[in-house]
């Protein structure tokens, strides 16, 4: 079975769906990684724009994906990018994939590009399409300090009607984690390492398991 995460920026995949790509692997699945943006001169050095390449090397490798397909948008600037560019790029990759299930963000986090990307996603899987690309299950993730972050409004709620054990994976989701050095906050603040623990710790308290990941189902197709 194909798996295809869809990272708005890279470490989305990580934070968002991790514990459970690497479930996915474990069970013989193949996964591969859409990732939308990439940092840019002259807004961030060279230094800055060959150490994410680096890192996301290292996390395609770490999983491992079997593609990557890095479309290199300009990070916090999707808002200008003509939508039908956003669709047409997302659903060339998914034509080639024919991915089973599609992981993609949540339509209200707090950064615009992830808002942006929902809406390109849930133009490219419109339920009369879905079929034809192979895609039976789209799950919207829930990325730390970014789906959380968002003001309490009625359409910024995250449902969580999916919930995966990943009691058995989270350290290795943790330790892919530390490959984004630059991403990863100091204690006290979301993406810190005992933050991200104990997020996967209350979801998995709710089904009765040690740790888990969860997810708002949109679209299912049997």
Same mark, same amino acid.
């Given at each position: 079975?194909? @798996?295809? #995460?869809?990272? &708005?920026?890279?470490?989305?995949?990580?934070?968002?769906?991790?514990?459970?790509?690497?479930?996915h &692997?474990? /069970?013989?699945?193949s996964?591969?990684?859409? @990732?939308?943006?990439?940092?840019?001169?002259?807004?961030?050095?060279?230094?800055?724009? #060959?150490?994410?390449? /680096?890192?996301?090397?290292?996390?395609?490798?770490?999983?491992?994906?079997?593609?990557?397909h890095?479309?290199?948008?300009?990070?916090?600037?999707?808002?200008?990018?003509?939508?039908?560019?956003?669709?047409?790029? +997302?659903? =060339?990759? @998914? =034509? =080639?994939?024919?991915?089973?299930?599609?992981?993609?963000?949540?339509? %209200?986090?707090?950064?615009?590009d992830? =808002?942006?990307?929902?809406?390109?996603?849930? #133009?490219?899987?419109?339920?009369?399409?879905?079929?034809?690309?192979?895609?039976?299950?789209?799950?919207?993730?829930?990325?730390?300090?970014?789906?959380?972050?968002?003001?309490p409004?009625?359409?910024?709620?995250f449902?969580?009607? &999916?919930?995966?054990? @990943? %009691?058995?994976?989270?350290?290795?989701?943790?330790?892919?984690?530390?490959?984004?050095?630059?991403?990863i906050?100091?204690?006290?603040?979301?993406? %810190?390492?005992?933050? +991200?623990?104990?997020? #996967?710790?209350?979801?998995? /308290?709710? +089904?009765? &398991?040690?740790? /888990?990941?969860?997810?708002?189902?949109?679209?299912?197709?049997?």
């Open positions: 079975m194909d @798996i295809l #995460a869809i990272s &708005v920026h890279p470490d989305d995949e990580t934070l968002g769906c991790g514990g459970t790509l690497l479930r &692997v474990h /069970a013989g699945d996964l591969h990684w859409l @990732i939308i943006t990439a940092t840019y001169e002259p807004l961030f050095t060279p230094e800055q724009i #060959a150490k994410q390449a /680096a890192q996301v090397k290292a996390a395609q490798e770490a999983y491992p994906f079997a593609t990557l890095w479309l290199k948008f300009p990070t916090t600037r999707l808002d200008v990018i003509p939508m039908n560019d956003l669709i047409k790029s +997302i659903r =060339q990759v @998914i =034509q =080639q994939l024919h991915p089973r299930i599609v992981f993609i963000p949540n339509r %209200s986090d707090v950064h615009s992830h =808002q942006v990307i929902f809406q390109a996603c849930q #133009a490219v899987l419109k339920s009369f399409y879905m079929r034809s690309f192979g895609v039976h299950r789209v799950l919207a993730c829930e990325v730390i300090s970014e789906t959380d972050a968002a003001f409004m009625p359409e910024s709620d449902l969580a009607n &999916v919930y995966i054990d @990943i %009691s058995d994976t989270l350290d290795q989701k943790l330790s892919i984690m530390e490959l984004y050095q630059s991403e906050h100091p204690e006290l603040l979301p993406r %810190s390492t005992s933050a +991200i623990r104990s997020l #996967a710790r209350l979801r998995g /308290a709710a +089904i009765g &398991v040690k740790y /888990a990941e969860t997810f708002m189902l949109l679209r299912e197709i049997t």
